[in-house]
């Protein structure tokens, strides 16, 4: 299965061009018209072109983050119907359901004290992020709320799982960009602005799917964080498949980034430098 909005993105281009010269079939997720879409095309394989409304010009830009869906959906019902993963009809439906109950909340004319991705994106702005997963569920999460932090807001953000990177979490609450006691004999215009603190932002499941282990280790890194001055945000999903609790986490942060970068008076749609680096790569 490759998926490219573009059709012309070279990992999965590469991918499936060595896949059908080994005799695999693919299924490609790809624009009409596209080497990928062409290679979908032939005998034996299947093309599903992006769903309508995805301009052409959109394509390869900004994909993964406005056309996510568009272009998981197709792979989640060949998987489905070759018995890889459950995701039935149904499920996708609730996956939808979820989807629009976060736009309404997570609408652009909510105030910003009952709009959640405005809080996150306030508690964002200015910060260092940390964005920690409780359990394998939330890690897809976390590597997507770092990647749209990144292409989206412009922000650098590590990511991490609990319980694998808590040590490493948490050595940072100690270090250069942790909080330090305010100076009450500070002078903002003599000494300048504070430079950026941590935030950490904890990425929770449901709390009846997280095994209760790890939500001890969760509460100890946010208590921890806590104590040490840094500020925590928490998104936890609400029950549900975990494709639907997935869904969920990942739209909280991908509006929240796009405010983050309205905030901060950036283009969330643009970057001239990803652009600048793919002329001069060819």
């Known amino acids: 299965m490759a998926v490219s909005m573009s059709g012309r993105a070279p990992g999965p281009l590469a991918l499936a061009t060595e896949a059908v010269r080994r005799g695999a ?10 080497p990928l879409a062409a290679l979908g095309a032939r005998p034996g394989n299947v093309h599903v072109p992006p769903a309508r409304g995805v301009r052409a ?24 119907a070759l018995d890889l993963v459950r995701t039935p009809a149904p499920v996708l439906a609730a996956v939808a359901d979820r989807l629009d109950a976060e736009a309404e909340a997570c609408r652009p004319w909510s105030e910003p004290f009952v709009n959640p991705a405005k809080v996150l994106a306030m508690e964002l702005a200015g910060a260092v992020p940390v964005v920690l997963a409780d359990g394998d ?11 749209v932090l990144a292409r989206t807001a412009r922000v650098p953000a590590v990511a991490g799982a609990l319980p694998d990177d808590a ?5 940072t609450f100690g270090g250069p960009f942790a909080a330090r006691p305010e100076d009450v004999f500070a002078d903002p215009f003599l000494d300048g602005p504070t430079g950026p603190r ?7 499941d449901a709390p009846a799917a997280v095994p209760d282990a790890e939500r001890v280790v969760a509460d100890a890194v946010a208590r921890t964080a806590e104590d040490a001055g840094v500020r925590v945000s928490e998104v936890v999903a609400e029950p549900g498949e975990p494709l639907v609790r997935l869904a969920q986490v990942i739209a909280r ?30």
Do not use: K
């Open 167 to 171: 040590s490493e979490v948490v050595a």
């Open 253 to 282: 942060t991908d509006f929240a980034a796009a405010y983050l970068a309205l905030a901060s008076g950036t283009d969330p749609a643009a970057s001239p430098q990803v652009a600048d680096l793919r002329q001069r790569l060819g």
């Open 137 to 147: 569920l939330t890690a897809a999460a976390a590597r997507r709320t770092a990647s």
């Open 25 to 34: 079939r693919v299924v490609a997720v790809a624009a009409d018209g596209s």
């Open 57 to 80: 010009a959109e394509a390869g830009t900004r994909s993964s983050r406005v056309s996510l869906w568009s272009m998981l959906t197709p792979v989640l019902l060949a998987a489905h």
């Open 198 to 204: 941590l935030q950490l932002t904890l990425l929770r």
